[in-house]
């Protein structure tokens, strides 16, 4: 899951700690086998009737 985040923007808009304290826990529950990750996407279209 951690290639899906771009490190330039993560340091941008994260703080350093909060960061680090993400990505650790990410990893971790990696290592437990525990970890789970969800990727929710909604797409919508639409037309304009015709007049």
């Known amino acids: 899951m951690v290639p899906f985040f771009d490190p ?10 909060l960061r680090r304290r993400f990505l650790d826990s990410v990893h971790e ?9 969800a990727f929710t996407m909604w797409i919508t279209m ?5 007049a």
Do not use: N, Q, T, Y
């Open 46 to 50: 639409g037309r304009v009737a015709s």
């Open 29 to 37: 529950s990696a290592r437990r086998g525990d970890f789970l990750f």
């Open 8 to 17: 330039h923007a993560l340091e941008i808009c994260v703080e350093p700690d």
